[in-house]
């Protein structure tokens, strides 16, 4: 089992930023990625970025060049710098991580733009 515990949210105005941090514990295995999705009210979850281990990333079109995610490996943490932000961004974030052991999810972070 993977327990992953987000932080960062909050109510930020247009243009703002907030930087999300996951902190992953318990039986991690390498080789995994990490990600962040969101989903907002009456919509489908979707991926927001997703990082491997060895730090290849992958980012939805509508985020690329306003979020960037990165992790440390030693603190088993991903985060998510949001640059830019819209109020379209409000949503619930929810931290991800991958291996041959399974999927886990993290239990969210409110994120709320105002306009």
């Known amino acids: 089992q993977v327990q992953l515990v987000e932080s960062g949210g909050g109510l930020v105005q247009a243009g703002g930023s907030l930087r999300l941090s996951c902190a992953a514990s318990?039986?991690?295995?390498?080789?995994?990625?990490m990600g962040w999705y969101r989903q907002a009210p009456g919509k489908q979850r979707e991926l927001v970025a997703t990082?491997?281990?060895?730090?290849?990333?992958n980012y939805a079109n509508s985020m690329r060049g306003r979020f960037t995610i990165s992790r440390d490996n030693a603190k088993n943490t991903v985060y998510l710098q949001m640059n830019s932000l819209k109020p379209e961004d409000t949503a619930v974030y929810y931290c991800?991580?991958?291996?041959?052991?399974?999927?886990?999810w993290g239990q969210g972070t409110q994120v709320t733009v105002s306009s």
């Open positions: 318990g039986s991690i295995l390498r080789p995994n990625a």
């Open positions: 990082i491997t281990n060895g730090g290849s990333t």
């Open positions: 991800n991580e991958q291996s041959v052991g399974g999927t886990y």
